[in-house]
């Protein structure tokens, strides 16, 4: 669902621009409420992670693929304010250097990618977690139907800001018909990932799973008629893993993933394109302005083997990615140091 420059006309993707840096500055803040010294580094992994997954397209119909959006995943391991952030450094990562996403839409493609996706599918989430029984299984339910009603509520998005300023005059209703059912079907996949991913964090250290936060009810005792909480134990619960292991395991994960298996992705366009294409919406598409970049396409320059330039490609994405993005998610915990150092407390 990258929008590529042309799509949108100057003055909606000026307005997406200001609702993209408004709420990056509201993320920013509240990410530092969310990120603490265990964290911080899982939310620059995150990013990488999902960098990687992008890259691997699968088929939902004929001549149709769908990939990983994140921003379901991201809410849910790191929070909803980390997870705006770390879709949008993957989305600049993409911009830049891959010349993926057009960069006059780069506000365009934040507030349909990050913040839609993200505040929608954590909205569901803990709606759902409100409801169901407070157990892990729950967590991965609710996991699963939040990724799910994320990416059509994208496409939904899509169609409101090209209703608004697309620059080719196409029927919307059209439009949102072609978008949102392709997008159901991707919405499957999403669900599928984010679930699995969730799941397996879990299963390891759920400690450092933002939605699965007061997971465990407190036991009950009866004391005189009434019932009471029980003290909490003393002692946390092991984990099965530590940070560090976790961290280097799903760092390898996405280097395998976007440096070998990306290379047997679907190589059919993505419900974006292909809605484009089908309904004409692309006609005014514009070159990219990083179109010269050597990585543009996800491919190296001036190396013609062509799984050797897209896994270097790729490991060089989720490299850069998770360095910006743990710079990030680094500076932002140093500034709730200093926010709640003993000076600005009056200690």
Known sequence: MHVPDGFIDAPASAVTGVVAAGALAVSLRGARRELDERTAPLAGLVAAFIFAVQMLNFPVAAGTSGHLLGGALAAILVGPYTGVLCVSVVLLMQGVLFADGGLTALGVNITDMAIVTTVVSYAVFRALLAVLPRKR????????????????????????????????????????????GVHVLIGIGEAVITALTVSAVIAVRPDLVHGARGLQQRLKLRVNGTLVDAPAPTAPVAARTSRRTLWISGLVASLVLAGFVSFYASADPDGLEKVARDQGIDKRTEQHAAADSPLAGYGVKNVSNARLSGGVAGVIGVGVTVVAGSAVFWAVRRRRGADVSPVNTGV
């Open 137 to 180: 299984r729950s967590v991965t339910i609710a996991s699963f139907v939040a990724a799910l009603v994320s990416v059509p509520a994208a496409a939904v998005a899509f169609t409101l800001m090209y209703a608004v300023g697309g620059t080719t005059d196409v029927a919307i209703g059209k439009v949102a018909t072609a978008m949102i």
